[in-house]
């Protein structure tokens, strides 16, 4: 019996991408919907009715919220590609990085886009001292899970990709190669992988919508 693997996302969310990147590199056959915030499809209120976001994975009736979780569960039911390591203290310090890059790096990240022109100096001081723990966290690593793409590595696509698209939309400047060449270097090598290129959005698009969303202008953000 063939296995039924729904994914409900958004185009440019780093979130749904986040599972994305996880089936192409597990080589598991899903079909995804393509949400419009502005008219949520019944299915994704349905399944996801407490938080009615992006995304919302569903395998042979089974439905899990949040990428993080739902990633897990993808680890634990595809083998191939294990992205968790199979040590416990490892297993369990990828789970710290993971959840500390949702609960420090993206706020962070964020208020220094969109801060007032007075306030960025700070922010961007702030992401830069949580960066320096990522770069750190690398090592002489080729990537946060050693030598094959792992759990971190799916999460921080934040910083992989998305950031670099946040520096442009809004006129800051947060990775900068001669203080984090390690971080830089890894995202060089992140989204030159096939399932990682496969499942990023078109920069452009990604960028003008951004500042569409925004209200900005080709110019520096204020």
């Known amino acids: 019996m063939a296995e ?11 979130f749904s991408r986040r599972v994305e990147m996880a089936l192409k590199l597990k ?9 419009d915030f502005s008219n949520k499809s019944p ?33 634990e039911t595809w083998k191939d590609h294990p992205i968790l390591p199979k040590d416990p203290y490892e297993r369990a310090n990828a789970r710290f990085w993971a959840k ?46 050693g030598e094959t793409i792992g759990l971190v590595d799916i999460a921080a696509n934040i910083i992989g990709y998305w950031l670099e698209i946040f520096e442009e939309a ?10 984090f060449p390690k971080l830089c270097n890894w995202a060089n090598e992140f989204v030159s992988v096939s399932a990682i290129k ?3 959005p078109p920069r452009n698009k990604l960028i003008a919508f951004l500042r569409n969303r925004f209200g900005i202008g080709n110019t520096r953000h204020s």
């Open 170 to 179: 809004f006129g800051v400047e947060l990775l900068r190669k001669e203080k």
């Open 43 to 75: 299915s994704l209120l349905k399944y996801n009715p407490i938080h009615k976001k992006v995304p919302v994975f569903v395998h042979n009736g089974k439905h899990l919220a949040e990428s993080l979780v739902i990633l897990e569960y993808i680890d």
């Open 198 to 200: 496969e499942n990023i």
């Open 4 to 14: 039924e693997v729904f994914l409900f996302g958004f185009w440019g969310s780093p």
């Open 100 to 145: 500390f890059i949702d609960e420090k790096y993206l706020s962070a990240i964020w208020k220094s886009c969109t801060c007032e022109e007075k306030e960025r100096e700070k922010a961007v001081e702030e992401v830069s001292e949580l960066l320096q723990f990522l770069e750190n966290e690398l090592k002489e690593q080729r990537y946060f899970g």
């Open 27 to 35: 080589g598991i056959e899903y079909k995804y919907i393509d949400e």
